[in-house]
């Protein structure tokens, strides 16, 4: 029972850590892509 407990909170360690890393590339994606848009609408 204890080895069950002990996979589960490594499994919630890692998909947070995983998580927390998707949630810093798609903001600094978003961010890219909003000031790619705002540098080509500022460019035309």
Do not use: H, K, N, P
Not at 4 to 20: D, H, I, L, Y
Request: charged share 25%; net charge negative.
């Amino acid at each position: 029972m204890q080895d069950t407990e002990a996979t589960t909170m490594t499994s919630r360690r890692v998909s947070s850590e995983f998580v927390a890393e998707w949630r810093r590339r798609s903001t600094s994606s978003l961010i890219e892509e909003s000031f790619s848009m705002y540098v080509s609408d500022c460019g035309t």
